[in-house]
């Protein structure tokens, strides 16, 4: 067997950027997927589960080890009232969104365990939300990889393109995230 290859290392990066929810190797797994380069449904599983585990655990250290993860969020506490407000405003469904919203994914489960939501009920959401959400993101890579393996090689032919696509795709978040957790006046 070869340890330098994509058939060997793709499952296991998938497995541990899924746990941290990360869209972009579920997007690249469905790419890789169409390109032959790895089975759909054995990486789209690996990723259910991974990310189903990961927000398990985040509940987990929110609802039993508050103390001890509570210094770390002290400089977020504008993203976790966000979290909190998503919670109360959407109830179930905030188990849903939170899979599709980078910089409060994190703390919206850490948010409901702290506002001690049932570890049950929440596992039982989780399990679909994170289907839904590792399907929504797998399925639509694999049904555009032409598409994106064409802009890949476009990106190829100009190289300067992809680090303005990427402080622009970063900026934009971080303006939207900080829009959306500055107090308003």
Partial sequence: MDFSSLESWGYLAIAFFAFGGSLFIVAAAGVFSFMGKMDLTTALTVAVISNYMGDMFLFYLGKYQRKEIEPYFA?????????????????????????FLYGIKTLVPLSMALSKYDFKKFGFYNIFASAIFVLTIGLSAYYSSEAIISMFEYIKEKPWIAPVMLFSIVGGVWLLMEKMTKKRK
């Fill in 75 to 99: 400089k977020h506490k504008r993203k976790i009232a966000l979290a909190r407000l998503i919670m109360r405003k959407y109830g179930v469904a905030a188990i849903f969104i939170q899979k």
